[in-house]
């Protein structure tokens, strides 16, 4: 079953940029993962899925400030221009013979 | 518009049991893989279940296999989940979501999410 390591929090200043980090189990380096927001009191939200050569598939409506790329393990989530509605919680996703496993999620705090 | 809503959640004795159900509309429900997902209060997302497009296929996270039944209803465009045994550990929000791959012989992640309904269990 994959892991999927995630940093428990992430803070940058308003009109900056984060980038989020979720790393798979080494004998899972290649699975696709996806890329879910949460804010506040809200449902999780599904943002985009990528891939391990950093190819990335946006929800329509995500705005263009949330772009993925991937290096080895590594899968990232940037956040350009930092907006106040982008205060929430990220969680990275992958599955494994029709199971499936999140990461325990990045807080992003927008100061 | 693609749209899941959760009912049945609510109080329970541990001990007991609960039927969740997940209300699809906007999309062609019997072409779908479809899951449960809960986050227990302050917590992170936990995977629980899902069924294959024609209930042939189910499974579970670990920690309630045995106790937790997934089933759906492709003429209602409804999705079930039926708790037996709850135990405190079971307290949540209950997310029914939608696997994206439409058509798709196995399960993909999750594009859809409803707004979820809240299990609590505690005497």
């Known amino acids: 079953q994959p892991v999927l390591t995630q940093s428990s929090s992430a803070s940058a200043s308003l009109g900056s940029s984060v980038k989020l980090t979720c790393t798979l189990s080494?004998?899972?380096?290649?699975?696709?993962i996806a890329w879910h927001q949460q804010q506040p009191g809200r449902a999780p939200r599904y943002l985009m899925n990528?891939?391990?050569?950093?190819?990335?598939n946006k929800r329509s409506g995500v705005p263009d400030r949330f772009s993925g790329s991937s290096s080895g393990a590594d899968r990232y989530l940037t956040i350009s221009n930092l907006q106040s509605e982008d205060e929430a919680d990220y969680y990275c996703?992958?599955?494994?013979?029709?199971?499936?496993?999140f990461g325990t999620g990045t807080k992003v705090t927008v100061l | 518009e693609v749209q899941l809503v959760e009912s049945g959640g609510g109080l329970v004795q541990p001990g007991g049991s609960l039927r969740l159900s997940c209300a699809a509309s906007?999309?062609?429900?019997?072409?779908?893989?479809l899951d449960w997902v809960r986050q227990a209060p302050g917590k992170g997302l936990e995977w629980v279940a899902n069924?294959?497009?024609?209930?042939?296929?189910?499974y579970y996270v670990d920690s309630v296999k045995g106790r937790f039944t997934i089933s759906r209803d492709n003429a209602k465009n409804s999705l079930y989940l039926q708790m037996n045994n709850l135990r405190a550990e079971d307290t949540g929000v209950y997310y029914c979501?939608?696997?994206?791959?439409?058509?798709?012989?196995?399960?993909?992640?999750?594009?859809?999410w409803g707004q979820g309904t809240l299990v609590t269990v505690s005497s």
């Open positions: 979501a939608r696997s994206s791959a439409e058509y798709s012989s196995s399960s993909e992640f999750s594009d859809y």
């Open positions: 906007g999309f062609t429900f019997s072409n779908y893989w």
């Open positions: 069924i294959k497009q024609d209930g042939v296929e189910e």
């Open positions: 080494s004998e899972h380096s290649s699975y696709i």
């Open positions: 990528l891939e391990g050569s950093g190819d990335y």
């Open positions: 996703e992958t599955w494994d013979s029709n199971t499936h496993v």
